[in-house]
C-alpha cells in the first residue's frame, strides 16, 4: 500500500484497499514510517489512527479519509495548545484561539499501560491525555502512542500546587483550585503547615484548620495539605 491509497475496515483492525470513490473508503493511507523514512514511527504523522507492518518497507500509517489532520493532536508538540480533553475529538489549536484549553508542558512516548504515569513527573501538570494508536499486528506497534502532560493554558508551571512545600503559601485561583503565591503576598489566603496522606490526620496538626487534597496524574494516593493562616 502506498500513501494516498484508499481503504476499508475488514473485521476490527484490518483493512482491504479499495477505490477513493468508493462509499465504503473511510480510511486512507497517509504515510509509511520507519528506517529512512520522514518520521520514525506512525504517531508522528498527523492523523495516524492505526498503524501496522506488511512485507513492505516500514510501518503504514492509517487514518481517517478526509479527517482535518492540519489540527491534529498527535502532533502537538511542547508549549501548543490544545482543544478541551473531556470531548472526543480533541485538536490542536493555536494557543490563541478560543477553543485552546490546555498547553503542553510535556510530550512522552508511551503505551496503554499505565500511560498517565509518565506525566506525574512533570512538575505543573494539571491533566493528561494519551494518544495511543490501534494496531494491526506487528511488535513494537501494538499500543504505541504519546501521552500529553497538560496545564490550563493560561497557567503557570511554577506556581502550581504539586510545586508547594511545607511553608509555603496558597491563594485561591477558583471554587477549587488553589497556586502557589509568596506569603509577603496581600492574596496569601494559606500556608501549608504540613502533608499528609489523608485529610483526617491535620486535626491533629497544631494551627491547622483547612485543608486541600489534590492526585497529580500518574499517582495512585492523593496528598492532603494541612493549612493554617498565612500571616
Known sequence: MAQGDCLKKSGDDSFD???CDASEAGFV??????????HDKCVDVAGTEYVYYDKGDGAICVGI?????AHAVNTAQKGECVTDTSVNDVKKVDCGD?????RVLARLDTTSFMSDSKCSSVAGTQ??????????????????GVVFCLIAKDSDPTRTVDNANIGDCLKKSGQNEVVVTPC?????????????IDE????????????YTYTRPGDILPKALCLGSAR
Open 29 to 38: 493511507v497517509l504515510d509509511r514510517a520507519g528506517s529512512g523514512k520522514a
Open 127 to 144: 491533566t493528561s491525555y494519551s494518544y495511543v494508536l490501534k494496531a494491526k499486528e506487528g511488535i513494537g506497534s501494538i499500543g504505541s
Open 200 to 211: 483526617s490526620f491535620c486535626k491533629n496538626i497544631p494551627g491547622s484548620h483547612a485543608t
Open 65 to 69: 479519509k478526509g479527517a482535518d489532520v
Open 184 to 196: 509577603t503576598s496581600p492574596d496569601a489566603d494559606y500556608k501549608i503547615l504540613s502533608s499528609q
Open 17 to 19: 484497499k479499495v477505490g
Open 98 to 102: 478560543p477553543t485552546a484549553v490546555y
